[in-house]
Nanobody, 124 residues
Framework: VQLQASGGGSVQAGDSLRLSCAASGRTNWRYSMGWFRQSPGKEREFVAAITWSGDTFYTESVEGRFTISRDNANLMVFLQMNNLKTEDTAVYYC???????????????????WGQGTQVTVSS
């Protein structure tokens, strides 16, 4: 599976962005999909994930501001980011793996497939 992330940019605090992740290749699409982010000097951290059945999970700092969704027909996953804060600045990565559940989809090492990352910069 190949993943292509897009939609990043430079915005002001309070603005919105919508990240997209397009999948191609071996896509039977029964994958759990996640978004992670990494800032300079920090470890990659979990942001949000969605299972094949549509269950969603978020890290606490984005709960209520970010929404993950998926379009199975078009093999896409989205991350709608509202009310962005400066601390959301990072490179955002989409990731995929088969049948991850609540106990594992927050952990980056359980994902086998990764997109190339898209930069999100939020200024005050």
């Amino acid at each position: 599976v190949q993943l292509q992330a897009s939609g990043g940019g430079s915005v002001q605090a309070g603005d919105s962005l919508r990240l997209s992740c397009a999948a191609s290749g071996r896509t039977n699409w029964r994958y759990s999909m996640g978004w992670f982010r990494q800032s300079p000097g920090k470890e990659r951290e979990f942001v949000a994930a969605i299972t094949w059945s549509g269950d969603t999970f978020y890290t606490e700092s984005v709960e209520g501001r970010f929404t993950i969704s998926r379009d199975n027909a078009n093999l896409m996953v989205f991350l709608q980011m509202n009310n962005l804060k400066t601390e959301d600045t990072a490179v955002y990565y989409c990731a995929a793996n088969v049948d991850l559940g609540a106990g594992t989809l927050r952990i980056s090492t359980y994902y086998d497939y990764w997109g190339q990352g898209t930069q999100v910069t939020v200024s005050s």
